[in-house]
């Protein structure tokens, strides 16, 4: 089976280049992805409070436009999108409810390593990512603590564009946090939760709807 697939990907690098690039590239991406953090680094918020811990990786679901242009040879491209992690809830003892969630945009640029080939697009890539994490402590009051995330992403993908119009891939990224790891405290109850650096990876694995052409 490996080999069968390598001689697939060796067969579309070879036969896919051509001089006139003329075919459907904008694209629309849904995704799914999970994100590893760094265990250094993320120390579980709810840990020091409540002696627990949320999953990890966490899950995500997410929303992307990429917008290539030819220049020249090359092909460069910008992907904007929007991240949305799946709610973690806890509930400690009788009492105590926790909602854990967060989302973040991104703004990445990158570049295509096969330009001239219609099937396979190998891009890398690099760009801002901001956003905030949540968490919802719910006991006689609610408490809600809030951590804002900017990070610094080099991003790699692998594209594959088997149909006009449908393209499948998958993206590796790195997210090095540059934010503040405290959480602000809004409500009246107050707890000392752990810090939240929110560096580490994600995989994510997307389909594509490509529409408009691209030509040089």
């Known amino acids: 089976m490996s080999r069968l697939l390598l001689l697939i990907f060796i067969t579309l690098t070879t036969l896919g280049y051509s001089q006139t690039v003329d075919y459907y590239r904008n694209t629309v991406k849904a995704s799914y992805g999970l994100f590893s953090p760094l265990s250094k680094q993320y120390h579980n918020p709810i840990g020091r409070a409540f002696n627990e811990v949320f999953e990890n990786p966490k899950a995500f679901i997410g929303l992307q436009m990429d917008h290539p242009r030819a220049i020249g040879t090359k092909n460069i491209s910008g992907e904007y999108g929007i991240n949305y992690f799946l709610n973690q809830t806890k509930t400690i003892g009788d009492s105590v409810k926790l909602n854990w969630f967060a989302n973040n945009f991104s703004l990445i640029i990158k570049a295509d390593l096969l330009p001239r080939n219609r099937y396979i697009d190998f891009y890398l890539g690099i760009g801002?990512?901001?956003?905030?994490?949540r968490l919802i402590v719910k006991e006689r009051t609610t408490e809600v603590y809030r951590n804002f995330n900017a990070a610094l992403v080099p991003v790699v993908?692998?594209?594959l564009q088997f149909m006009k119009r449908i393209c499948?891939?998958?993206e590796g990224r790195f997210l090095y946090d540059l934010s503040n790891p405290s959480w602000k405290r809004h409500g009246s109850i107050h707890y000392d939760l752990d810090h939240s650096n929110f560096s580490g990876t994600t995989l994510r694995f997307f389909i594509g709807w490509c529409f408009d052409k691209v030509s040089s």
């Open 128 to 133: 801002p990512l901001i956003g905030s994490q």
């Open 157 to 159: 993908e692998l594209r």
């Open 168 to 170: 499948i891939g998958a």
